[in-house]
Each structure stands twice: as C-alpha cells, then as structure tokens.
C-alpha cells in the first residue's frame, strides 16, 4: 500500500483500491493522513458554531428530509434576533466563526435577511468573526451582495459529482440541474469566497469509482474548504426505498473517515470538516474524522426548539447537556488524542490565496 501513497499523483484506479482497505492497512492510511494533517494545518480544531436558519425548502432532493414535499415537517425560521442572539452567544465563547446553514430559496426577503445577518455579525463582533454560508443556490449577484456584506466562506455541496449519480438523487428538472450546481461553484470563487463543496458517501447506486472521482473532482476545482459525510436514509424521502441495498451505517462511516483521509492526503492544506452525520451513527464519529484528517467542528448553535424541525436524516443527534457541556466533552476528548481547539481564531482555510485579480 505504502508504494501507492508514495506517488506524486493518486489516479482513479488507486484511490479505488487505498477506498476498499480493511483493518491493519486501513489504519496504516489512517496514521499516514494522520501526519499529513499534522504537518500541514497543525493540531488545532476550528470551530464553526452551526445556526440552522431554516428549513423552509424550494428544492425536493430525493434524499433530504426537508424537501418541499415532506408535508410532516414543521417549518420555521429563525428571527434576525434569534440569530445575532446565538452569533454574539458563539463570538463571546470564543468559537471564532459562525456557519448559516438553511433549506433553499431566493427570495428577495431571504436574501435580504442573510444580508442583514451577515453585516451586523461583523459589526457588532469588530468584524472579528468568520462566516461561512451554506444558503444553497443563488444569483451570482446575491453571491457579490453576500460577500461584500462580509461573507468570508461558503459551502455548497456537488452531492455527487457524478452528473448521472446527480441526476439519479434529485428530480429532473431546471431547479435541480447538475450544471447550475457546477456553475454556482464557479461563481462563488470568482466572487472571492473560500470555497468549499462535499459529497454524501455511501448513497444507493454509488460505487467505489463515484467516490474516487469526487475526490478528483475536489482537486480539480481546487476547493478550500470540503464538507462531506454519511448519507443517512430519512423515512420521508424517495430514496428511502432503496435501503436494504445501502451498506450498513458502520461501513458507511468507514467508508467516510476513508474518504477524510484520502482527501487530506490529495489536499493537504484545506479545511476539512468532521461532519454531524458522522456523529449521527456513531457517538465519537467526528472525533474519529479529526484523528484522521479533518479539522474543523460546527457544533450546533441552533435555539433549542428549533433543532428537531431541521432534520436531514435519521438519527441526528440531539443531546440533553446544554451546548457548553458538550463543547467541553468534546475538547476533553480532543484533547485526548492530542488536539486544541482554537478559539477564537477564524481558522480560514490555509489553501486559500485571497480573492482571484
Ligand atoms: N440548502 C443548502 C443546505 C443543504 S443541507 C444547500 O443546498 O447547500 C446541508 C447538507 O445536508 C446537504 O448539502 C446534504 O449533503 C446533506 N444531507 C441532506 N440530506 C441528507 C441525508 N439524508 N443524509 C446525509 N446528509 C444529508
């Protein structure tokens, strides 16, 4: 294994075959990206306190438990002072940045409403806070707004960088189209954004080469940041007819912390993500990203009573401590395998060079 990690450049073929390692040389990559990461962006973990502003969704992708067409679901939003509430809450307890996650639309009032977010975040934090967006699809000239605004990152997932696995995981329609989704992307970075995008692993029809190319994808369009994680079936979606052909929940999150790892090993110098899905199947799942790759957290900011409308999937967990004794655990068990986390830094994305002139 060790002859393939050693060459300069990883082909699709390879990634393949380091994707299907097991036991001992599994860990042999995990320890190999281990020191990757340690020797590119250090020990410290950068926290990102999650706000999920809504749940109210145009879009009706086959796999999200928020689709326009879940009628089970209670939608809301969040107030603007139930946001800058948990932003000045986040800026106060040192987590450095803040990321605004919501369902899809572009309307004028939503735009607007991420406008006003994004300006008093900064004002009232001495423009010290990070923010990363993660708003879906909008106009290139929403995208400018943002960032002038005082947007410093912005994550949009491909979900499958495969057009034919795209095409398979979301209706075939304009509002759900592959090259908007492409194109969007591009304009984020031409707008100056670090950017980040990620990929669901472990999805129905997906196969070893889907998620080599993501990869590839990944490095071709030179990303900054990535945010990637466990597809997990949600009873009120499409594709929850297609469980019994989906690996098990264990083999999907060693399936993801392989693809943490090989990613760090292509990209050493990017912000990578332990996600809450990883979490979702196993408890110490997003520990166990840090140790072999990643290095960033969002722990959910989101009010209390909002946490279970904003429900992907199955299993999100949904803790009884209050947020600073999770936060507190978490660092305990960071620190055990030797992390810091780094507060009150923005923690921005090493790979990224300032807006493109
Ligand atoms: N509307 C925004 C945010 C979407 S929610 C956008 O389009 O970017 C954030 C992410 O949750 C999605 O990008 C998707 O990858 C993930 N997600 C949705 N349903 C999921 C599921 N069933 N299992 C795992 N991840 C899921």
């Known amino acids: 294994m060790f002859d393939i990690l050693k060459k300069s450049i990883l ?61 089970n679901t209670h939608r809301y939003i969040l107030s603007h002072d139930e946001v800058m509430k948990a932003v000045k809450n986040a800026y106060e307890k040192g987590y450095g940045s803040v990321a605004i996650q919501s369902g899809e639309t572009s309307s004028k009032a939503f735009v607007n409403k991420i406008d006003k977010i994004v300006s008093e975040s900064k004002s009232v934090t001495n423009g010290e806070i990070g923010i990363t967006l993660s708003c879906g699809e909008q106009s290139e000239e929403t995208y400018r707004r943002w960032f002038e605004s005082g947007a410093d990152r912005y994550l949009l ?57 993501d990869l590839l994808f990944m490095k071709q369009h030179d990303i900054d940041m990535c945010g990637m994680g466990p597809y997990i079936e949600h009873t009120n979606t499409p594709l929850y007819q297609y469980r019994a052909q989906l690996p098990p929940l264990a083999e999907r999150l060693a399936l993801s912390l392989k693809m943490v790892s090989l990613l760090r090993i292509l990209m050493p110098d990017i912000n990578i993500a332990a996600t809450t899905a990883l979490q979702a199947i196993e408890k110490g799942g997003r520990e166990q990203a840090i140790r072999v790759g990643a ?26 401590n209050s947020d600073e004794d999770e936060l507190f655990f978490l660092e305990q068990r960071l620190q055990a395998t030797g992390h810091e986390i780094g507060y009150f830094l923005q923690g921005n994305s090493l790979h990224y060079k300032g807006p493109p002139r």
Do not use: W
């Open 295 to 320: 290095n960033v957290l969002m722990p959910n900011i989101t009010p209390r009573q909002y946490r279970n409308d904003y429900f992907l999937y199955e299993n999100k967990p949904l803790s009884a």
């Open 11 to 71: 082909s699709k073929d390879d990634i393949v075959t380091l994707l299907s390692l097991q036991d001992e040389e599994k860990q042999q990559l995990f320890s190999y990206s281990a020191k990757i990461k340690l020797q590119n962006v250090g020990n410290k973990v950068f926290l990102r306190g999650l706000i999920e502003l809504s749940n109210i969704c145009e879009k009706d992708c086959y796999y999200c438990g928020i689709r326009r067409s879940n009628s």
């Open 157 to 213: 997932r491909i979900e499958a960088s495969s057009e034919e696995l795209y095409g398979r995981l979301h209706p075939n329609d304009e509002i759900h189209s592959y090259g908007k989704r492409i194109n969007a992307l591009e304009a984020l970075r031409k707008n100056g954004y670090q950017v980040g995008t990620g990929v669901m692993i472990g999805l129905p029809f997906q196969t070893g080469e889907h998620l080599a190319n």
